[in-house]
């Protein structure tokens, strides 16, 4: 794909890998992990693919009436094999098509992840593919099933028991499923709070890539045990040749291609609500991401 925490799945394998090989074990509106096309008339343009990646606060289920606290635009080129992540931190104030302004993180509970697609697409005039939406139950129980071992180095290691819980030691390399998830919720002990975390959602999401490009390039039968728990835990409204596509194009990319880049905001409030502005600047970066599919 947190205010209260953000459960968030995705990384390009997420949107690339675990997407082809969705199965139906879950009706639609239940499943932990959903996802489908922005528009029906789906058209990529100029060999670049724009995938949405919402992470919600749904302690369980996969519901739409909740907040995006977690909102990143992936992008690939798949000419020059390069690409980005591109993070929005839940309080930036934006225009929300039919709804006025408010907190971008509100977007999923007034119209679904396709209002939170519009939403972006209005920020940052990208055209976007497809979206996928997942809630701690889907997050959680996916990176378990992968089995954990999550390459995202933490250095200083993290400790918030009286919020997310997170407790990572310092020095540690790799995460498992439980603190992979307390380490995209976490922003209270962190210096630059929400902005921080959702670069640190970027980072993690490119810890998944290398994780599977890894896993696969040492063993290709690996990749089968990524299907298996896509279809365990996904449900997606995308048609079989478009999610083929996409699982070979991942499978192309390399992590150090993909930049990991959090809009510039600045700190602000409306009336009694603490939000962030986006600055300016964020224009260009918009700019050079819609031209180059790549940050």
């Known amino acids: ?160 028991p009286g919020g997310s819980g997170v407790d990572i030691p310092p020095n540690t390399k790799k995460l498992s499923a439980v603190d992979s998830l307390a380490f995209v919720r976490t922003r209270k002990t962190l210096g630059g709070g929400d902005v921080a975390r959702t670069t640190n959602q970027g980072r993690f999401l490119l810890g998944l890539l290398r994780k599977f490009r890894t896993e696969v390039e040492a063993n290709p039968a690996t990749f089968f045990e990524w299907m298996g728990v896509a279809r365990k835990w996904t449900r997606l409204d995308i048609p079989p040749q478009e999610l083929f596509e996409l699982a070979v194009l991942t499978s192309q990319v390399k992590p150090p291609d993909v930049s990991n880049v959090t809009v510039p905001v600045r700190v602000g409030s409306v009336g009694a609500a603490s939000v962030v502005f986006i600055q300016p600047g964020a224009q260009s970066i918009y700019a050079r991401f819609k031209e180059k599919g790549s940050l």
């Open 1 to 160: 794909m947190i205010k209260r925490a953000v459960a968030l799945l995705i990384l390009i394998a997420s949107v690339c890998v675990l997407v082809p090989f969705a199965g139906d074990s879950f009706d639609s509106a239940a499943a932990p992990i959903t996802g489908g096309r922005v528009h029906a008339e789906h058209q990529p343009k100029d060999g670049k693919i724009f995938v949405l990646i919402i992470g919600s606060d749904a302690r369980s289920g996969n519901p739409d009436g909740v907040r995006a606290d977690g909102i990143h635009l992936v992008g690939v080129n798949t000419n020059t094999m390069k690409g980005g992540i591109l993070n929005f931190p839940r309080d930036s104030w934006v225009s929300i098509p039919g709804a006025g302004s408010a907190r971008i993180n509100e977007a999923l509970n007034r119209g679904g992840p396709e209002l939170v697609a519009r939403t972006v697409e209005g920020i940052t005039g990208i055209q976007i593919d497809y979206w996928l939406l997942t809630g701690f139950v889907g997050f959680q129980f996916a990176v378990r099933d992968l089995g954990g071992a999550v390459p995202v180095s933490v250095p200083q290691g993290m400790s918030d």
